[in-house]
């Protein structure tokens, strides 16, 4: 049973930064493609970032692309998002996810991942 847990969000101003947690108590992390959700209020859950499993690549959504980070520390089971240069429009609960039996091309679509933790939230203001 693969168990998520998010923690760092919190209430900063537009340019700090934040790096999100999330620890999985599962035994195939390593083997999982983990990724980052958010949503903000009145929206739909959007796509942020992952890592695939298979190779480590990263992938990102072009509105934090060079501004998030995903990493993975295989040995701690736990997937981080370090996320600079915040803004307003990246406010929401953001949610971690783990794929273990993701396809690549589904990698940006939250139906493939199995697993997800309860959110954290993250909130900036201007």
């Known amino acids: 049973q693969v168990q998520l847990a998010e923690s760092g969000g919190g209430l900063v101003q537009a340019g700090d930064s934040l790096r999100l947690s999330c620890a999985d108590s599962?035994?195939?992390?390593?083997?999982?493609?983990m990724a980052w959700f958010r949503q903000a209020p009145g929206k739909e859950r959007e796509f942020v970032a992952a890592?695939?499993?298979?190779?480590?690549?990263?992938y990102y959504s072009d509105s934090v692309k060079g501004r998030f980070t995903i990493s993975r520390d295989n040995a701690k089971t736990t997937v981080y998002l370090q996320m600079n240069s915040l803004r307003p429009e990246d406010t929401g609960v953001y949610s971690c996810?783990?794929?273990?039996?993701?396809?690549?091309?589904?990698?940006?679509?939250?139906?493939?991942?199995?697993?997800w933790g309860q959110g954290t939230q993250v909130t900036v203001y201007s």
């Open positions: 996810a783990a794929g273990p039996t993701i396809i690549l091309s589904n990698i940006r679509n939250s139906c493939g991942y199995g697993y």
């Open positions: 599962g035994r195939s992390f390593s083997r999982s493609t």
């Open positions: 890592l695939w499993r298979n190779t480590g690549n990263t």
